[in-house]
């Protein structure tokens, strides 16, 4: 289980590893007891589908599967540039996301 939430939901991130390397994407989910989450467009996998009322024909779809969390770096919006994921504690005790290179605020 994770602690910290250093990837969330719509941040865009960059998979580091393995065959769909250098790809980038927004984060459509985040499974935090197995560690993994959703890219749009990357990690399709092809999936036979049933005939249903709703899906007449059936056939094969492609749809995302998930990614482990380590194997994405999220993509800073200011700097544009994949870092790691920092915690500042503001004034007011709210803790807030950074990025490690150009030292901004994410969320």
């Known amino acids: 289980m994770l602690k ?11 998979v580091i ?5 250098g790809k980038q994407g927004k984060v ?4 935090r007891e197995k560690g993994g ?3 749009e467009g ?3 996998v092809r999936k036979t589908m049933r005939k249903t009322k709703v899906n007449p024909l059936g056939g094969i779809k492609d749809v995302e599967a998930f990614l482990d969390i380590s194997n994405v770096m999220l993509v800073c919006p200011k700097c544009g540039k994949k870092t790691r994921v920092g915690f500042k504690i503001r004034e007011d005790k709210s803790r807030v996301r950074i990025c490690k290179k150009c ?3 994410i969320d």
Do not use: A, R
């Open 4 to 14: 910290f939430k250093k990837i969330k939901k719509q941040d865009t991130v960059e």
């Open 103 to 105: 030292k901004s605020e």
């Open 28 to 31: 459509i989910e985040v499974n």
């Open 37 to 39: 989450v959703l890219i």
């Open 42 to 44: 990357v990690n399709l």
């Open 17 to 21: 590893t393995g065959k769909e390397k």
